[in-house]
């Protein structure tokens, strides 16, 4: 079974080899605070910056997942207003989350078919009291991509930014110091079993924490931080996940050359979908630099995308169905670097078979 699911999705193959090997080597019985997790830690957070070129000065935590990073902004970081920017269903989310903790934050919803920055140029909403902006780099359920960028929010100068990249962290290059905060799950773009999240920081956002100053949530960011500088984890972590995030990143090559990967195989779809005339889908998003090169998205006829996910199955190909107000005339394609070139030309060769 091939699954283009946009997560949890196809688990890289090699995963399996690391796995075999964290049980060999005693690994996934180690106590987490012994001085080989404190060594996994360090080489974990060392090869991330590494390799998907984060700043030094960063700190890399593990948690659960992506869901409870939005938590940890709302708790952890926001003063007293945050300002949800969102255009999907993902972000939609967060911000009805962080309400309960935040009741005098602002939702600011805007079209999946205009860039951020665009949007915020065009628009009078006032937000110069948020001290937190909240985005979503990758909004999974519509496949808009964003360009993050500090500029567009220097109307609230002393604010931090805080981005949700979850479909896109690990398969393309992130502008870290655009924002003080990213975080994901391992099960999306990094190609792992589901079970854990990462949260990237700066020393803005930490600042902020420390300004903030509580420490009465058992996932308080200062509390990660403290456990953190001793490279160990405030709670028994995910060792054997944090185990193969390391393998797979020393594995992978360096997040430009990931990128240039990424960017190849969506247009090798695209081009096969360019050649026809008469076609039963079409990208949702209309502006090719907004369509989020990771989460390939198509809108078509209802029943023809039934039909679709019917055929696909029976060819051993799971596609993504739609997401939120999309779930029933959209359908989604993971392009994770898990997802080969030979993976795509499969799903092309069904694709030419079934018709487009
Ligand atoms: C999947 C997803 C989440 C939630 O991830 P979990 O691992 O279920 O917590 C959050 N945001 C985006 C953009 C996602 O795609």
């Known amino acids: 079974m091939l699954s283009f699911y ?13 796995i075999q090997e964290a049980y060999r080597n005693g690994i996934v019985s180690v106590n987490h605070r012994s001085k080989t997790f404190e060594n996994l830690y360090q080489n974990t957070e060392a090869v991330l910056k590494e390799k998907w070129n984060i700043p030094s000065d960063y700190h890399i935590y593990f948690v659960s997942s992506a869901t ?10 926001v003063l007293e207003q945050s300002a949800h920017f969102f255009n999907g269903a993902f972000g939609e989310k967060w911000a009805f989350y962080n309400d ?17 920055s665009e949007f915020i140029q065009n628009s009078d909403i006032d937000f110069s009291n948020s001290d937190t902006i909240c985005l979503v780099q990758s909004e999974t359920s519509n496949g808009t991509g964003q360009t993050i960028r500090r500029k567009d929010f220097s109307k609230s100068s002393n604010a931090i930014i805080a981005v949700d990249a979850t479909s896109s962290m690990g398969g393309i290059e992130l502008p870290w110091i655009e924002a003080d905060v990213w975080f994901a799950s391992v099960q999306k773009c990094m190609g792992l079993p589901a079970g854990m999240g990462i949260l990237i920081c700066s020393p803005m956002a930490l600042e902020r924490a420390h300004k903030k100053g509580r420490k009465n949530k058992y996932n308080d960011l200062l509390f990660m931080e403290e456990n953190r500088q001793k490279h160990q984890t405030h709670l028994t972590p995910n060792v054997l996940s944090i185990y193969l995030l390391n393998q797979m990143t020393h594995y992978l090559p360096n997040i430009k050359n990931t990128e240039i990967e990424t960017l190849a195989k ?38 023809w995308i039934k039909e679709l996910h019917k055929a696909s199955e029976k060819e051993g190909i799971t596609l993504g169905k739609g997401y939120g107000k999309f779930k029933n005339n959209t359908f989604r394609i993971a392009n994770f670097p898990s997802h080969t070139q030979e993976d795509f030309h499969q799903l092309i060769q069904f694709f030419t078979h079934y018709g487009i």
């Open 68 to 77: 409870e990073a939005w938590e940890i902004v709302s708790h952890s970081l």
């Open 266 to 303: 969506s247009q090798v779809f695209e081009d096969f979908l360019n050649n026809f005339d008469n076609k039963s889908c079409d990208f949702l998003i209309k502006e090719p630099l907004l369509r989020l090169p990771t989460v390939l998205t198509f809108s078509g006829n209802e029943t």
């Open 6 to 18: 946009p997560g949890p999705s196809k688990v890289h193959p090699i995963g399996l080899e690391f």
């Open 100 to 116: 309960f903790w935040n009741p005098n934050s602002i939702k600011i919803p805007f079209s999946e078919q205009v860039h951020l």
